[in-house]
């Protein structure tokens, strides 16, 4: 299978004459226990794009479902659903969403925050806001480009994803580094959800739900091929995608998971992040 790149064509007109549900995922390779399988196939269609593109694909009806970033569940003027058959979380580090500072982090006063990720951006604000007492600037920063460590490179920045693992910028540069997965099970006690599968309230998703509930349970028993197979594509070593798939991260929404997303909007409700904590609605069977 080829690695999976964003930004690969929208058949929209097509898929939609046909009835064929069309899933929106992020490309990264924290996803692929929730996808591998689906890629390449008929129906449904995968597209992939960055986190924070997808709550757009969502809306505009470019997709049926979509694996949104968490605080977009808050922020939507759609009526969405959470639809509890998978979701990207960690119960402590993540390895792939970091804050890289040249200063103590309770001196930064300007963080460049990664334009990929909206809930990693959330999160930072609420880490450093109850932790560090600090609520620094920030400044969009599309990390994608070239990273650089020389003397012009920012005071902080937050990066998210395969990035974090392939194109890190170095500890020497970088000496104070805070992995918000982390600081947030410091805070809390709980995991954090970083993304869920998500639909308009109203949306037919038929059998789809199921299917990739069912995705998910199979992929659990092969992680470690999944991680053998996507490991290179995305920049990281064998061992460390096994563990990462394996034991850093979970995909099964369970109580918690729940109990961690509602907690997540209650802070980011009091800093002015989201508009409200609004109570979590679950797809359900014809709902």
Same mark, same amino acid.
């Given at each position: 299978?080829?690695?999976?790149?964003?930004?690969?064509?929208?058949?929209?007109?097509?898929?939609?004459?046909?009835?064929?549900?069309?899933?929106?995922?992020?490309?990264?390779?924290?996803?692929?226990?929730?996808?591998?399988?689906?890629?390449?196939?008929?129906?449904?269609?995968?597209?992939?794009?960055?986190?924070?593109?997808?709550?757009?694909?969502?809306?505009?009806?470019?997709?049926?479902?979509?694996?949104?970033?968490?605080?977009?569940?808050?922020?939507?003027?759609?009526?969405?659903?959470?639809?509890p058959v998978g979701c990207i979380a960690s119960d402590g580090p993540t390895h792939t969403v970091r804050l890289f500072s040249?200063?103590?982090?309770?001196?930064?006063?300007?963080?460049?925050?990664?334009?990929?990720?909206?809930?990693?951006?959330?999160?930072?604000?609420?880490?450093?806001?109850?932790?560090?007492?600090?609520?620094?600037?920030?400044?969009?920063?599309?990390?994608?480009?070239?990273?650089?460590?020389?003397?012009?490179?920012?005071?902080?920045?937050?990066?998210?994803?395969?990035?974090?693992?392939?194109?890190?910028?170095?500890?020497?540069?970088?000496?104070?580094?805070?992995?918000?997965?982390?600081?947030?099970?410091?805070?809390?006690?709980?995991?954090?959800?970083?993304?869920?599968?998500?639909?308009?309230?109203?949306?037919?998703?038929?059998?789809?739900?199921?299917?990739?509930?069912?995705?998910?349970?199979?992929?659990?028993?092969?992680?470690? +091929?999944?991680?053998?197979?996507? =490991? #290179? *594509?995305? !920049?990281?070593?064998?061992?460390?995608?096994?563990?990462? $798939?394996? %034991? @850093?991260?979970?995909?099964?929404?369970?109580?918690?998971?729940?109990?961690?997303? +509602?907690?997540?909007?209650?802070? =980011? #409700? *009091?800093? !002015?992040?989201?508009?409200?904590?609004?109570?979590?609605? $679950?797809? %359900? @069977?014809?709902?």
């Open positions: 299978m080829p690695p999976s790149t964003p930004g690969i064509p929208k058949p929209r007109a097509a898929v939609e004459t046909l009835g064929v549900k069309r899933i929106g995922c992020v490309a990264y390779l924290n996803a692929k226990p929730l996808i591998e399988g689906l890629e390449g196939l008929a129906d449904p269609v995968v597209q992939l794009d960055v986190p924070s593109a997808l709550l757009d694909d969502l809306e505009q009806g470019e997709v049926d479902i979509a694996l949104c970033p968490v605080i977009d569940y808050y922020r939507s003027t759609e009526s969405l659903v959470m639809v040249k200063t103590p982090v309770a001196s930064i006063d300007r963080v460049h925050a990664d334009t990929d990720s909206h809930t990693s951006v959330a999160l930072l604000r609420v880490v450093l806001n109850k932790l560090h007492a600090i609520d620094p600037e920030l400044v969009a920063f599309d990390a994608r480009r070239e990273i650089g460590d020389d003397g012009d490179a920012p005071q902080a920045m937050l990066l998210i994803g395969d990035k974090v693992v392939n194109h890190a910028p170095s500890s020497k540069t970088y000496p104070y580094q805070l992995d918000l997965g982390e600081a947030w099970k410091k805070l809390t006690g709980l995991p954090f959800v970083f993304a869920v599968w998500m639909a308009k309230q109203d949306a037919d998703l038929d059998d789809l739900p199921t299917r990739l509930g069912g995705v998910r349970e199979a992929n659990a028993k092969h992680i470690e +091929a999944i991680a053998d197979r996507h =490991a #290179a *594509a995305h !920049g990281w070593e064998v061992q460390q995608a096994r563990a990462y $798939l394996g %034991r @850093v991260l979970s995909y099964r929404v369970g109580d918690k998971h729940l109990i961690a997303i +509602a907690r997540f909007a209650e802070e =980011a #409700a *009091a800093l !002015g992040l989201i508009p409200e904590a609004k109570p979590i609605a $679950l797809w %359900r @069977v014809n709902s």
